[in-house]
């Protein structure tokens, strides 16, 4: 799969710009605020329906404008189809495909996008959401329906949450709301189906990880990765994530962590509904469902160690890097549209010499590499077959540079 035209009209600082790309590597080259991210946010929206840096799609739209186009011609093999999405400041946006009027949660089945940008630091740095974010788009990316299930997971636990405040603001308590036990069943239902498909998830990636991390490191630090969950008693949450991780270590495995016999449907909605039971008083006093996948945490190790509050910088940028890198490992092994398109936002200025090297040999076999960069030089020569220079939310295509 890749990317063969870029069109948008007022997107960001464009108020209207067309790109061609080619297969293999291609450099968006400019300095900091001309724009060059601002491309690869826009090929990325058709695959997450959503910026890397954003949480709203408003910012997308241009200064002055009510809605911003982003147009994106993809080739699989000799076929191609015509993505569009129009990004409204208010209102539902709406998309097409090959002209089209289509739902806007059509797009990312025709687009598989993988885009690591500075911001993933937060993957292994910041709360637990960040890691659930992760591992829900990717969920998205190699399951559509997955999607389905997660929305409609957030409605009922938003429903619930409401009655629990409700009750909570009536003095209702024990066993004086019956109700909820309707809200208990779905939300084990479709929490169940979430903590399964991200189990499998972690299973799937732990392997292409550990490759890809010895591969950027030139280490082999055993980097692990194991959900913690809240059906199992604990509630990663409500501890600090370093003292979540760090307690994890002390045990040897993940506070809530299900071992593989136990991972059947009917073992997992048996603890969560005994663990439900086990909380209710708290969460009538606090008016908040306490179970569940929405309170769950991906546990990231190097060294037997938590990465978040004990891994070096190099080692942080080296786990996040080896999240994408093994997404991008799983897309591909199952895609009929071919590679993923890797997008790598501004990552090599990062990077000492020898990761620079070892990452550009990693992605270099991509059907499609698209990398942004302040200083052309910062990008291994390897990556640079085609160079796209952007000015002010101008581009200019550049001269193809001879080894």
């Known amino acids: 799969m890749i990317v063969e035209q870029l069109s948008l009209v007022d997107f960001r600082n464009y108020a209207v710009a067309d790109v061609t790309l080619a297969s293999g590597a291609n450099v968006f080259v400019g300095r900091n605020g001309q724009g060059k991210t601002n491309l690869a946010e826009a090929i990325g ?177 055993r980097p692990e990765l194991e959900w913690a969950l809240s059906i199992g008693g604990g509630d990663p949450e409500d501890l600090d994530d370093t003292d979540a991780q760090s307690q994890a270590s002390a045990r040897g495995t993940a506070p809530g962590a299900i071992p593989a016999p136990g991972r059947g449907a009917e073992e997992i909605q048996r603890q969560f509904r005994e663990s439900l039971t086990a909380k209710r008083s708290a969460e009538l006093d606090r008016g908040l469902t306490l179970v569940g996948p929405h309170r769950d945490d991906l546990l990231l190790r190097v060294r037997g160690l938590p990465v978040k509050g004990y891994a070096s910088h190099g080692e942080s940028w080296s786990v996040a890097l080896a999240l994408r890198l093994a997404s991008a490992q799983l897309l591909r092994a199952q895609s009929q549209l071919g590679d993923p398109i890797l997008i790598l936002d501004d990552v090599f200025a990062e990077l000492d010499t020898d990761r620079r090297a070892r990452l550009a040999g990693l992605v270099e076999g991509f059907e499609q590499v698209i990398v942004t960069a302040a200083v052309e030089e910062d990008v291994p020569l390897a990556l640079r077959a085609r160079t796209v220079r952007v000015v002010a939310g101008t581009i200019v295509d550049a001269e193809v540079p001879h080894a």
Do not use: C
């Open 45 to 221: 929206y058709f695959a997450t329906l959503g910026s890397h840096r954003v949480s709203q799609d408003a910012p997308m739209v241009r200064d002055g404008a009510d809605a911003a186009i982003v147009r994106m011609r993809l080739a699989y093999g000799e076929r191609r189809v015509v993505l569009e999405a129009q990004l409204n400041r208010s209102g539902s946006n709406k998309a097409r495909v090959n002209g089209a009027n289509v739902k806007t949660a059509e797009l990312p089945r025709h687009a598989q996008v993988v885009l690591f940008a500075p911001e993933d630091l937060q993957i292994v740095r910041s709360d637990p959401s960040a890691r659930r974010r992760f591992a829900d788009q990717l969920l998205i990316q190699r399951a559509p329906r997955m999607a389905g299930v997660l929305a409609d997971y957030d409605r009922v636990l938003k429903q619930r949450n409401a009655l629990l405040k409700s009750a909570r603001a009536r003095g209702i308590r024990g066993d004086g709301l019956t109700t909820l036990e309707v809200w208990d069943d779905k939300l084990v239902q479709l929490g169940t189906e979430v903590i399964r498909a991200r189990l499998a998830l972690a299973d799937e990636l732990a392997m292409p990880v550990a490759q890809a991390y010895t591969a950027i490191a030139g280490a082999d630090h």
